[in-house]
C-alpha cells in the first residue's frame, strides 16, 4: 500500500544522546515535512524539504537537523541541544511545495526522554 | 504573521446531535484552509479544504465547511454526530505561503 511510515512508534532516550526517526514514503511526493505535537500546542514545523538535496527550517528547528539524500526517505535527528524533545512527531509529504497541495501524514513516533 | 484560532478546546456532544467546530484566520486575504482529523496516538487525515469558489464545502465522513469571509470563519459542521467521530479536530491555514500553520485543536468527545 502507498503511504508514509515512521519508526519506530515509540522510542525512549536518555537524556544527552542523539536519536534518529525515520521516516519513508512511497508516494512518489517531492516534498516532506517534520511536525512536532505538544498537548495544546497544534502541530509546529520542524523542517521542510521540497526537493532531493534541500531542506528548510521551520518554525522550531533548534536542536533538530535533517537530511534529504533521496526521495523518499527524510529522516529527523533529535539533537541533545533540544532542551525538551518529549513529545509526538509526525512526518508528512505533498506532491511538492505548492501552496494549497494537500499534505498527507504517518503514523507518528512518540520519543520519550527518560 | 497568519495565525489560525480554535477558541474550543474540548467540546462533548450526544449521538446524532449536529456539530460545529470553530476556526477562525487572520490572513487578510483568501487563505487555502483545511481540516484535518486525528485518532488517539495516529496521524492526521484530511477531512476537506478550500481554495476560491463555493464557500460551503463538502468533505469525507459526512462533514462540510463554510468559508465566511466577513467573519474570518471555516467552521466544522456535522448534521448528526456518530460514536466513532470522537477524535482531535485541527483546522490550518496556508495564509499567503506555503506552509501549513495549525489550531491548537478541538477534542470532541460523544457521548452515547
Known amino acids: 500500500d502507498g503511504g508514509i511510515t515512521q519508526s519506530p512508534k515509540y522510542l525512549f532516550r536518555k537524556e544527552g544522546q542523539n536519536v534518529t526517526l525515520s521516516c519513508e514514503q512511497n508516494?512518489?511526493?517531492?516534498?516532506m515535512y517534520w511536525y512536532r505535537q505538544d498537548p495544546g500546542q497544534g502541530l509546529r514545523l520542524i523542517y521542510y524539504?521540497?526537493?532531493?538535496?534541500?531542506?528548510q527550517k521551520g518554525d522550531i528547528a533548534e536542536g533538530y537537523s535533517v537530511s534529504r539524500e533521496k526521495k523518499e526517505s527524510f529522516p529527523l535527528t533529535v539533537t541533545s541541544a533540544q532542551k525538551n524533545p518529549t513529545a509526538f512527531y509526525l512526518c508528512?509529504?505533498?506532491?511538492?511545495?505548492?501552496?494549497?497541495?494537500?499534505?498527507?501524514f504517518g503514523e507518528g513516533s512518540w520519543l520519550t526522554v527518560v | 504573521a497568519q495565525s489560525v484560532t480554535q477558541p474550543d478546546i474540548h467540546i462533548t456532544v450526544s449521538e446524532g446531535a449536529s456539530l460545529e467546530l470553530r476556526c477562525n484566520y487572520s490572513?487578510?486575504?483568501?487563505?487555502?484552509l483545511f481540516w484535518y482529523v486525528q485518532s488517539p496516538g495516529q496521524g492526521l487525515q484530511l477531512l476537506l479544504k478550500?481554495?476560491?469558489?463555493?464557500?460551503l464545502v463538502q468533505g469525507i465522513k459526512g462533514f462540510e465547511a463554510e468559508f465566511k469571509r466577513s467573519q474570518s470563519s471555516f467552521n466544522l459542521r456535522k448534521p448528526s454526530v456518530h460514536w466513532s467521530d470522537a477524535a482531535e479536530y485541527f483546522c490550518?491555514?496556508?495564509?499567503?505561503?506555503?506552509?501549513?500553520?495549525f489550531g491548537t485543536g478541538t477534542q470532541l468527545k460523544v457521548e452515547l
Open positions: 478550500y481554495f476560491s469558489g463555493d464557500t
Open positions: 490572513y487578510g486575504a483568501t487563505p487555502y
Open positions: 490550518a491555514d496556508t495564509g499567503g505561503g506555503n506552509k501549513l500553520t
Open positions: 508528512a509529504s505533498s506532491t511538492d511545495g505548492t501552496v494549497g497541495n494537500t499534505i498527507y
Open positions: 508516494l512518489n511526493h517531492d516534498a
Open positions: 524539504s521540497q526537493i532531493v538535496n534541500d531542506f
